[in-house]
């Protein structure tokens, strides 16, 4: 699990490891890590150009630091400070190691070190720094600890920000490393131990083994029923594809059965293509709403009335208080999110963490925020980033899929949290499997799903 703490709790564990520790030793570790971080890139110190973009804080000290551990092995190091004052120690070990201060001509480098701000940054960026970024355009650059100029604890941009090749960050990840736009600007991220003793953190993001551990397998003495049944009512005359893909996203084979109970007018195109789905019945979870056009509003009443776990997707979602306080994962993307809390999609997607939390607590159910790093959001404010995925995934359809696989693991028993970040991970992983041979489609995403879970590792 990757797990993103908020600054107040690294300070905390700063400050707990920092009176046990020689002082500056936290910072030695730092610096060391992302000086081998930097030479890692480089391929090499010696001869290599190497420029600090140095603040006032910490953030400018593990540069500072790192700076002369890459001018001990030969590489030319210049520091440009972009404040009155700068790490004193910092600044001597630098000098001692032959680097330089000040001076600079910023298009000879081979690499630019963004030791401008980390978690101490508040505000925009101010002007002296804007204008070192612009000096530095174009150069390779390794961000100490968060990219400057983004918001550690929201992922939100707004200004002038440094756009990083690599992050190289310490003790543990930040909110801006996974979530949209601020985790654009981190290029990799390089996690640095340095030893902190972190809390429960309030957004994570799942990883193989987490899925694999999650993921439903069937035990020996299992049968269909027992490994959950699935319901889609999705589909209409109008829109006879979703019903085709929320049933192929269900029948991916998580679940022991799936049923499909829409629109008769899309039936025969469904049985002709999935012949294991069968008619309507009992089911442990519905999936409700893609390509649902009228039929919507019904078919959330019918689902919530039957009191199973349900994903409520595409045209339900403009039902979705029907299911409110129930065991429920809404799925909206950005414009769809923005219709259900009524702003605009642009305030959506400046701000996606506020606003997937802000839709969870409002609909009292798990919200799933759709996009690049899909956000899943628990009424209680606890978030899953969904790092998988591919920009081939930005296609009609995928979102029928994604529903589909979600009712499939909620089926299987997995709590909506679960299944909704479960489901997520696996969908972005298959569309990444799919499209290593080119651009797919979304059928493409649920053929892949088997292969995907026989990659996973065993828990
Ligand atoms: N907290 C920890 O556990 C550790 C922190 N370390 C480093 O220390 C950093 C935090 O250091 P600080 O608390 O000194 O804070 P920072 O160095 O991140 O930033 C604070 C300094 O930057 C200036 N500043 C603030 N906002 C600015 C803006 N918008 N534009 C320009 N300058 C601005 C302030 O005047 C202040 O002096 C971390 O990001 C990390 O790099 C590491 O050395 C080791 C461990
Ligand atoms: N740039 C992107 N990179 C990766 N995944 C993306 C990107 N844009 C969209 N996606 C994913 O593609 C899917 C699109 O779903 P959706 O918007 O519901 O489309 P549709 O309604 O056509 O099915 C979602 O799972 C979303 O997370
Ligand atoms: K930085």
Same mark, same amino acid.
């Given at each position: ?169 310490? *003790? ?12 654009? !600007? ?12 972190? &809390? #429960? ?17 069937? +035990? ?20 006879? *594809? ?33 012949? #294991? ?27 919530? !009335? ?48 506020? +606003?997937?939390?802000? /839709? ?18 628990? &009424? ?15 296609? /009609? ?9 979600? *009712? ?11 299944? /909704? ?39």
């Amino acid at each position: 699990m990757i797990r993103a703490h908020t600054t107040p709790q690294v300070r905390a564990a700063e400050a707990d490891l920092l009176a046990r520790l020689p002082e500056g030793a936290l910072m030695q570790r730092a610096a060391t890590g992302l000086g081998y971080a930097v030479l890692d890139l480089l391929g090499a110190a010696y001869g290599r150009r190497v420029l600090l973009l140095v603040g006032s804080g910490d953030n400018g000290g593990d540069a500072l630091y790192a700076g002369a551990l890459l001018a001990r092995r030969g590489a030319q190091v210049e520091a440009w400070l972009l404040s009155s004052s700068a790490h004193e120690g910092g600044v001597a070990a630098l000098r001692a190691a032959g680097g330089r201060i000040g001076a600079v001509r910023p298009a000879e480098f081979d690499v630019v070190v963004d030791g401008i701000v980390g978690i101490g940054g508040r505000g925009r960026l101010r002007p002296g720094a804007v204008a070192a970024l612009e000096a530095v355009a174009g150069v390779p650059v390794v961000a100490v600890d968060t990219p400057s100029g983004v918001d550690v604890d929201t992922g939100e941009v707004d200004g002038p920000h440094v756009t990083a090749d690599v992050t190289v960050t310490f *003790g543990t990840h930040k909110t801006c490393h996974l979530v949209d736009p601020a985790a654009q !600007a981190c290029g990799a991220v390089h996690l640095v131990d340095i030893g902190l003793d972190l &809390p #429960e953190a309030p957004v994570e993001a799942l990883q193989a083994a987490d899925v694999a551990a999650l993921v439903p397998r069937p +035990h020996l003495d299992d049968h269909k029923y027992t490994r959950g049944v699935v319901g889609v009512r999705a589909g209409s005359a109008a829109y006879p *594809g979703a019903a085709l893909l929320s049933v192929a996203g269900a029948a991916c084979g998580l679940a022991g059965m799936v049923r499909y109970d829409g629109d008769p007018a899309a039936l025969d195109l469904v049985r002709a293509a999935h012949p #294991e789905v069968v008619g309507p019945g009992r089911v442990q979870a519905w999936v409700v709403g893609s390509g649902s056009d009228t039929g919507a509003e019904d078919a959330v009443h019918r689902s919530v !009335a039957d009191g199973v776990p349900l994903v409520v997707d595409a045209d339900a979602l403009a039902f979705a208080a029907l299911a409110r306080g129930r065991p429920a994962v809404l799925t909206p993307h950005a414009g769809e999110l923005a219709r259900m809390l009524d702003v605009d999609r642009a305030e959506v997607e400046a701000r996606w963490l506020e +606003h997937a939390r802000l /839709a969870a607590r409002r609909y009292d159910a798990v919200v799933l925020l759709k996009g690049r790093h899909t956000v899943v959001a628990r &009424p209680d404010g606890r978030v899953r980033v969904t790092t998988t995925g591919t920009p081939w995934l930005a296609t /009609a359809g995928a979102g029928d899929v994604l529903g589909g696989l979600i *009712g499939s693991l909620l089926a299987a028993g997995l709590d909506p949290f679960a299944a /909704a970040s479960v489901g997520s991970w696996l969908h972005g992983a298959a569309a990444t499997l799919a499209s290593r041979h080119g651009p797919i489609v979304a059928s493409d995403v649920a053929a892949a799903v088997p292969a995907l879970v026989a990659t996973l590792p065993t828990p």
